[in-house]
């Protein structure tokens, strides 16, 4: 298994994509502090560019990563290896890959600017939604025998986490605002990686009293350090199980 993530490590390594995605979110990052002389406000501002491009970037670029090396990842599977070895290589190996490009882009400019609870918590939501989106990635990838229609279907995902699931939470809980709702939103917001990412760097910033009712009932549950840890280990989970699903469907497949 490690000698597959090493290679396919080191070809990612050379990949341009990565090289760009990690300048990129250098030159945005660089920006927004040089521009905004409040820290905070830049992390703030930071974060939001972060929650949306992160997932977005690691979604697609592992569909179409998988497509490319089809034929190659073919060529391993008649090899004297298991198919779940190599799937699982290649999953923390392209998650690496990201990872190390976020934390590039993302950490040189906090360490510089912002070091602290706030910026530590954005690199660390952010390197676990890299791992989340790349895991769902790389089961729509293994699941469809279609570029397109796997593309299509995690944009559709993206779209689902990031817009339609947060609107659709704020107005259950403004719509029943009277009535105690809090066991059903707090399990909610944790079906979705991308709002409980924001929550706990809203938390950090001190954000969730301005959000009036929303923020009491998230700060209620998320604000404890039970309740950070409890949100983090469902980032894990929100990890692990696409990843066990993808690993599950491609040692059965039909290549």
């Not at 521009?35 to 979604?59: F, G, R, Y």
């Not at 400019?109 to 939501?125: E, F, K, N, Q, R």
């Not at 809980?173 to 009277?178: A, E, L, W, Y």
């Not at 998230?218 to 990843?243: N, V």
């Amino acid at each position: 298994m490690w000698k597959v993530f090493k290679y396919t490590l080191l070809d990612l390594a050379r990949n341009r994509f990565a090289i760009g995605y990690a300048m990129l979110l250098l030159a945005i990052s660089t920006a927004l502090f040089m521009l905004e002389p409040d820290n905070t406000k830049a992390l703030i501002t930071l974060s939001q560019v972060v929650l949306a491009l992160t997932p977005l970037l690691s979604l697609v670029f592992t569909i179409i990563w998988f497509y490319n090396q089809y034929e190659f990842t073919v060529l391993l599977a008649v090899q004297p290896l298991h198919r779940h070895t190599i799937t699982r290589a290649q999953y923390l190996a392209v998650s690496t890959a990201l990872s190390a490009s976020y934390i590039l882009g993302v950490g040189l400019p906090i360490a510089a600017w912002a070091p602290g609870p706030v910026g530590w918590t954005l690199l660390l939501t952010g390197g676990l939604l890299t791992f989340v989106c790349c895991a769902l990635g790389l089961w729509i990838a293994v699941e469809q025998r279609d570029r397109a229609k796997a593309v299509g279907i995690g944009l559709v995902a993206w779209v689902l986490m990031a817009i339609v699931w947060d609107s659709l939470l704020l107005w259950i809980m403004f719509s029943f605002s009277d009535r105690p709702i809090e066991p059903l939103i707090v399990p909610l917001a944790a079906l979705n990686p991308i709002d409980l990412s924001r929550m706990l760097i809203m938390l950090k910033i001190d954000l969730a009293a301005l959000l009036g009712y929303t923020g009491a009932v998230y700060e209620k549950f998320f604000g404890s350090m039970g309740g950070m840890l409890a949100s983090l280990s469902i980032l894990l989970l929100w990890a692990l199980l696409p990843c066990w699903a993808a690993v599950r469907v491609f040692a059965r497949k039909d290549l």
